[in-house]
């Protein structure tokens, strides 16, 4: 089974930091291009970040500058770490990741559970 485990999310001050992971759990498999979204009440999903399998990377230009995306191959996880929190961030954050699964034979895609992040002023 293919499944993608959040975690990190949280209450924060205004101006401070959290850290959002995304790790791939089952065996054999390969996380390749991530994006992670958000989405808070009444707004539609946004796309904040994505890094592909090469490790090139791309910003939402609301996040740009405080947020960074990376990504640890051997862990097969991808983070999140945010930076000068506001409270227009508060929403619940997903990811989103194609998996090389060689079990399956194939590429799929899938999501996290989501994890909330609360900035408050």
């Known amino acids: 089974q293919v499944q993608l485990v959040e975690s990190g999310g949280g209450l924060v001050q205004s101006g401070g930091s959290l850290r959002l992971s995304c790790a791939a759990s089952g065996r054999f498999l390969t996380i390749n291009d991530v994006d992670w979204y958000r989405q808070s009440p009444g707004k539609e999903r946004e796309l904040v970040a994505s890094?592909?399998?090469?490790?090139?990377?791309n910003y939402a230009d609301s996040v740009k500058g405080r947020f960074t995306i990376s990504r640890d191959n051997a862990k097969n996880t991808v983070y999140l770490q945010m930076n000068s929190l506001k409270p227009e961030d508060t929403a619940v954050y997903s990811c989103n990741a194609e998996i090389w699964a060689p079990t399956l034979g194939a590429t799929v895609s899938a999501w996290g559970q989501g994890t909330q992040v609360t900035v408050s002023s």
């Open positions: 890094i592909t399998s090469s490790g090139r990377t």
